[in-house]
């Protein structure tokens, strides 16, 4: 299926030669072949979960398997493409006119010239490259080489980002009021410029005038920015080499941000377009609070930028500002309403207000303006999920991660998808690879603590716990770096129970304290010191040291939390986060405890969230004969809640508690007396 469309894609139907323009979601067959235009790419996403990321001038076919048990063969004839897949292995193979590799569940660029050389390129994974005279096996950080007439070599590569950069997403920094173009320009440009201004990159490319060589540094900068929109970085940079301009290193600077490189400014911003530019740059460096106040100047300088109140509105959510996010994002559609960046965080700030199937609509918007965005493809995917429709899920969120390969957030997010399938090991390859592609984004690192606490291993979960709190200290583990997407699975789980089943409550404490000081009106803080606190409670009822912080910590976090961020179930607050990945419209949980026939103790919640409604019923039943005369127990306690949605800004919470206690001499006693050997 064809999932995206760039500038002019064309198909050729299986025993026909004549070239028809390609449409989104197209179905492909065996038999029929793919082309792209220049400046121009695709998506295809195969009938298992392989996407391809189809780069210009690229021509592939395809061909029946092999064999019956396999899929269909790509023949790539010429260009580049860019693999992700997560299948079985030797499911799936390719060819090129020179070479052909069976692949391995892997993730790998393929680069074919005009004279047939076959480059692969692999990231992760396993594939086996071979022609008539030799076979070579790739693995992850090799580079495999096939020349005409030659046997495969394989060496080592050293930068991925470098090699996969058309395959990135570049987002629209220019303000074309920076640009001063002449008249002649702006008259010539009128159709372009309009397209640009509404926010449309693809369209604004499409309309630009073909084989038309810019006149002056400013038509040279602009046409730099629209070819960015589809990936073509080194012909961006062509335009610019010869520009000496603060536009031009504005440009430099985002191509720097997405990439992950270092940027040295020479002088401070002046411009909205040079204020953008850092904007991107100090989120790459992970210093949201730069990024937020640079978007800021970005609208003071220009009031009318509509892609500055977009990228503002998106820090401003990012640090839970909805308020301040809606008015940018209101400001940005105004000026710019085919935006897809704007429609995409449209969708999220609606998912957030769980008005489901109106972000779905924003998504699907989004994509259907600018298909290459990896935002607006993570939260329908997100989305679908929720609805239970988690194959179709998982498939938008691998769809994301292959056109934005370069972001670690998104590979994390495709990594949950996977552990929520119960497949940890694509789950820990994902969040590896975030590691790798973005090692300044604590978001993987976090991820991975929370699975390897699931899987029982949890010093590794200590490890990646503190080098999330490294890379993200002012923020604390307890939230996601970018939360565009206002991760209900992340902020509802304890972290406090990696420290727990590893012996350390004090430091769960301690590190919940600090969480709360540093946001106090952040619900996922006082819930992790809940259930920090929730360790050391005494579960007859006897010893109450801990109990009134511990239901004062978990009423703010109910009072604080979203409707639809989670139950509000005390006894299920700790279940891993892959549970709660996707949000249940109603669920049933029970947990019994028998240690004898005088021991009984029962947990058990009944929760739901239909829309603007929240409710959780728990009940907590202990019953215990006890070891020694008037030493039994019994008690029932049974708390109801009740959540209600009445605006984006104000909420209605119901508690109620109900409690039935009856016991003999519970209390703990000290005894200093030693006892003999």
């Not at 005279?133 to 980002?161: C, D």
């Not at 909205?272 to 949201?288: F, V």
């Not at 509105?313 to 940018?328: I, N, Q, T, Y």
Request: hydrophobic content about 40%.
């Amino acid at each position: 299926m064809l999932l995206t469309l760039e500038n002019k894609v064309e198909v050729a139907l299986a025993g026909q030669a004549g070239w028809l323009p390609a449409r989104t979601n197209q179905i492909l067959h065996v038999g029929d072949r793919v082309r792209t235009g220049a400046r121009s790419r695709a998506t295809i996403r195969l009938s298992n979960l392989t996407v391809l990321r189809v780069y210009e001038l690229t021509m592939l076919q395809i061909h029946p398997p092999s064999q019956p048990e396999k899929s269909a063969m790509l023949d790539l004839q010429k260009g580049a493409a860019y693999f992700l897949g997560r299948e079985r292995p030797t499911e799936m193979e390719f060819r090129t006119p020179v070479a052909s590799g069976a692949i391995r569940g892997t993730e790998f660029h393929l680069d074919v010239a005009e004279n047939g050389t076959t480059r692969v390129t692999l990231i992760d994974g396993a594939v086996e490259l071979k022609n008539e005279q030799a076979a070579v096996e790739l693995a992850s950080g090799e580079e495999g080489i096939v020349e005409p007439g030659k046997a495969p070599r394989k060496t080592a590569f050293i930068e991925a980002i470098n090699i996969i950069q058309w395959c990135l997403y570049y987002p629209a920094v220019l303000n074309l009021d920076d640009l001063n173009l002449a008249p002649a320009e702006q008259q010539m440009l009128a159709a372009s410029l309009d397209d640009y201004r509404s926010g449309d990159l693809l369209h604004a490319l499409a309309n630009y005038p073909a084989n038309r060589i810019p006149n002056s540094d400013s038509e040279k900068i602009y046409l730099a920015q629209l070819l960015l929109a589809v990936g073509q970085v080194m012909q961006a940079e062509e335009q610019l080499k010869t520009v000496q301009s603060p536009l031009a290193d504005a440009l430099q600077e985002m191509i720097a941000a997405v990439k992950h490189q270092t940027w040295n400014r020479t002088l401070p911003p002046t411009l909205a377009s040079e204020w953008m530019a850092e904007s991107y740059y100090q989120q790459s460096r992970a210093d949201l609070v730069a990024a937020r106040k640079a978007a800021q100047s970005a609208t003071e300088k220009s009031p009318n930028f509509g892609f500055a109140f977009a990228r503002l509105a998106e820090m401003e959510f990012s640090f839970g500002h909805v308020p301040e996010s809606l008015e940018a994002l209101e400001k940005s559609l105004q000026l710019s309403p085919r935006n897809a960046q704007a429609l995409a965080l449209k969708g999220f700030l609606l998912a957030a207000q769980n008005k489901i199937s109106e972000a779905q609509q924003f998504f699907n918007q989004a994509i259907a303006v600018d298909g290459a965005l990896g935002n607006a493809w993570l939260g329908r995917g997100l989305i679908k999920i929720r609805q239970g429709q988690r194959e179709d899920g998982v498939r938008d969120l691998q769809t994301a991660a292959v056109l934005e390969p370069q972001r670690s957030v998104l590979r994390s997010y495709l990594g949950k998808a996977f552990n929520n399938a119960r497949d940890n090991t694509r789950a820990h390859r994902e969040l590896g690879l975030g590691k790798k592609f973005d090692p300044n984004d604590p978001t993987p690192w976090l991820y991975s603590a929370l699975l390897d606490q699931e899987e029982h291993r949890f010093n590794e979960g200590i490890r990646d716990l503190e080098k999330s709190q490294e890379l993200n200290d002012n923020r604390r583990v307890y939230r996601s770096q970018f939360l565009l997407d206002q991760d209900r699975a992340v902020r509802s789980a304890s972290l406090a129970a990696i420290y727990r089943d590893a012996g350390m409550t004090d430091v769960s404490v301690r590190e919940a304290s600090r969480a709360v000081t540093d946001d106090y009106a952040n619900y996922s803080a006082h819930l992790f010191l809940a259930n920090s606190f929730d360790q050391l409670r005494d579960r007859t009822g006897f010893n109450l040291r801990y109990e009134t912080v511990w239901f004062n910590e978990l009423l703010l976090a109910n009072l604080l939390a979203p409707v639809g961020a989670g139950t509000f179930s005390q006894n299920i607050s700790q279940q891993e986060y892959s549970r709660l990945f996707d949000v249940k419209k109603i669920g049933l949980t029970t947990t019994t405890t028998v240690r004898s026939d005088e021991q009984y103790h029962q947990e058990v919640s009944q929760f739901g969230t239909f829309d603007k409604f929240s409710y959780s019923l728990d009940l907590d039943y202990q019953h215990n004969d006890g070891v020694r005369p008037n030493n039994e127990l019994d008690l029932i306690h049974w708390f109801t809640k009740l959540k209600f949605q009445l605006t984006p800004q104000d909420t209605l919470f119901l508690l109620t508690e109900y409690r039935d206690f009856h016991s003999g001499d519970n209390f703990r006693y000290y005894s200093n007396k030693r006892r003999r050997a």
